[in-house]
Every structure is written in structure tokens, then in C-alpha cells.
């Protein structure tokens, strides 16, 4: 198991830091399908589907600072060539899955998060240690 993956699972979501004040954050379910509602509305022909999608999700996942880098796919559309827009989107997808280990992980680093999750020191709440000014023992295994 890397270092610190256990943590991911316990603790905010990241960010991704670009520079110049840009970072790439991850997006909630319903900010994913309400980007995909707008690229339906931007689209055209099926074969812009794809690049729309990717715009709309651009506008929703990056950051200036605190702010949306852009107001809407549309203004991604505008501001941006298709390989940049492309590129954000290949590091966004790359960090999502870097960041929130889901239903496409490998067997193998899914059971080892899980057990660095249910192994690791916790506070006398847990139930584990019922003493009130002792300090819980540390696992072995």
C-alpha cells in the first residue's frame, strides 16, 4: 500500500494545483449531471458531444482561487483550444481516480485501504478501550 492512502478515505477531498492560482477540484454527482444537461444543450451533432461534455465539466471542476475559472461550457468553448480542454480533462479523470478510490479499483489496493482503515489508532470513542484516562493499546498486525 502507498503511504498515506488510508487517509484519503478519512479525510476532505484534495486539490489539484496547477499554478498560476488554478487548481482542479473533484465534483459531487450532481454537479457531473448537470454538466452533462448542459453539454446535451450545447451540442449540436452527436460527434460534439464529447468535446461539449468535456467543456462543461472543465467550467465545474477548475478553480481560480475560490472561483469557477469559467461560468459555463460555453465560456471553455471560447476560451480554450480542444487539446487544452482535452488535457484538463485527462489530469481531472487521473486525479478522480487517484483521489477517490471507487468500484474501478484493483482487488488488491481496495483490501489493503480497507484494512489500513479499520487498523488504525483511534480515540477511546470506538468502543475498543472502555477505561476512561487510559490510552488505547496499539494493534498488532
Given at each position: 500500500?502507498?503511504?498515506?492512502?488510508w487517509l484519503k478515505l478519512c479525510t476532505a477531498p484534495g486539490r489539484l494545483a496547477l499554478g498560476?492560482?488554478?487548481?482542479?477540484?473533484?465534483?459531487?454527482?450532481?454537479?457531473?449531471?448537470?454538466?452533462?444537461?448542459?453539454?446535451?444543450?450545447?451540442?449540436?451533432?452527436?460527434?460534439?458531444?464529447?468535446?461539449?461534455?468535456?467543456?462543461?465539466?472543465?467550467?465545474?471542476?477548475?478553480?481560480?482561487?475560490?472561483?469557477?475559472?469559467?461560468?459555463?461550457?460555453?465560456?471553455?468553448?471560447?476560451?480554450?483550444?480542444?487539446?487544452?480542454?482535452?488535457?484538463?480533462?485527462?489530469?481531472?479523470?487521473?486525479?478522480?481516480?487517484?483521489?477517490?478510490?471507487?468500484?474501478?479499483?484493483?482487488?488488491?489496493?481496495l483490501e489493503a485501504l480497507k484494512k489500513a482503515w479499520?487498523?488504525?489508532?483511534?480515540?477511546?470513542?470506538?468502543?475498543?478501550?472502555?477505561?476512561?484516562?487510559?490510552?488505547?493499546?496499539?494493534?498488532?498486525?
Amino acid at each position: 500500500m502507498r503511504g498515506f492512502d488510508w487517509l484519503k478515505l478519512c479525510t476532505a477531498p484534495g486539490r489539484l494545483a496547477l499554478g498560476k492560482g488554478y487548481h482542479l477540484r473533484l465534483l459531487r454527482a450532481q454537479e457531473v449531471l448537470e454538466a452533462r444537461r448542459e453539454a446535451l444543450e450545447l451540442a449540436q451533432e452527436g460527434r460534439e458531444r464529447a468535446l461539449c461534455a468535456n467543456a462543461c465539466l472543465v467550467a465545474r471542476f477548475l478553480r481560480k482561487g475560490r472561483r469557477q475559472a469559467y461560468v459555463s461550457g460555453a465560456a471553455v468553448l471560447e476560451a480554450l483550444t480542444v487539446e487544452q480542454i482535452q488535457d484538463l480533462s485527462e489530469r481531472w479523470a487521473a486525479f478522480c481516480r487517484e483521489e477517490d478510490p471507487g468500484l474501478g479499483t484493483e482487488r488488491g489496493r481496495l483490501e489493503a485501504l480497507k484494512k489500513a482503515w479499520s487498523t488504525r489508532r483511534r480515540n477511546g470513542c470506538g468502543g475498543a478501550c472502555s477505561g476512561r484516562s487510559r490510552r488505547c493499546l496499539r494493534r498488532k498486525g
